[in-house]
């Protein structure tokens, strides 16, 4: 799987819209690039996952440059709930379950 | 539909000791992995099962182990505990399925303490 390099931290205003880089520069045609984030003493949470295309969602907007090397979760209008830990992962579709968590990005919003 | 859940929350247990984890899926779910976290490794994979049969496994000793049963829920059994072994320990159940294959939604984690 390829790896992945964030920022280990990101302080956001809240109302502001919240940019999380994230390098995959060793990106394979089929790994995908997902984003989960882990809220303090919770489970982590699914937000968003993309191919090439860019996507959104309820809870954020995923751009991925053309040549698929990095991309960036895009927060629309942070909250305070929003503080938490971002992680970006890469991997193919099938998996097998095995998601390859990094350091990610500690993201506080703050009021 | 209810969320995907573990049990015990908290446990607390002694060197050499072992214990076994539970988790529940998302109903409909049939993969149920398994991930240890602690804060100097962070988030780490352990397992994952699929139809009661373990298709992925994480670089973790043989004294972790686990199971999945026919209604997909799961257990993971940890032996002979060490101080180390101290971590929040979360599961996750994904529905397996086109594009949304590693889309895991995650339990709130058993916070397992070796004294």
């Known amino acids: 799987d390829a790896k992945t390099t964030q920022p280990p931290s990101m302080d956001c205003a809240e109302g502001r819209a919240a940019n999380l880089p994230c390098n995959h520069s060793t990106i394979s045609g089929n790994e995908y690039v997902y984003w989960y984030r882990q809220i303090h003493s919770q489970g982590p949470q699914y937000i968003i996952h993309?191919?090439?295309n860019n996507e959104t969602n309820e809870m954020a907007s995923l751009i991925i440059t053309e040549d698929r090397k990095s991309s960036t979760l895009i927060l629309p209008h942070a909250t305070l709930r929003d503080t938490a830990v971002y992680y970006c992962i890469v991997l193919p579709n099938s998996s097998w379950g095995k998601l390859q968590f990094g350091a990610g990005t500690q993201v506080v919003v703050t009021p | 539909k209810a969320g995907v859940t573990q049990t015990p929350r908290y446990l607390i247990k002694t060197r050499g000791q072992q214990v076994t984890l539970s988790c529940s899926p998302i109903s409909g779910h049939r993969s149920v992995s398994w991930y240890q976290q602690t804060p100097g490794q962070g988030l780490q994979f352990l397992f994952e099962?699929?139809?009661?049969?373990?298709?992925n496994k994480g670089n973790f000793p043989g004294r972790f182990s686990g199971r999945q049963f026919s209604n997909s829920r799961s257990e993971m059994n940890v032996s002979t505990l060490e101080l180390g072994d101290s971590a929040l320990y979360l599961c996750?159940?994904?529905?397996?399925?086109?594009?949304?294959?590693?889309?895991?939604?995650f339990g709130p984690g058993t916070r397992l303490t070796v004294l």
């Open positions: 099962y699929f139809s009661e049969t373990q298709r």
């Open positions: 993309g191919l090439k």
């Open positions: 996750a159940s994904s529905l397996v399925s086109g594009s949304s294959y590693n889309e895991q939604f």
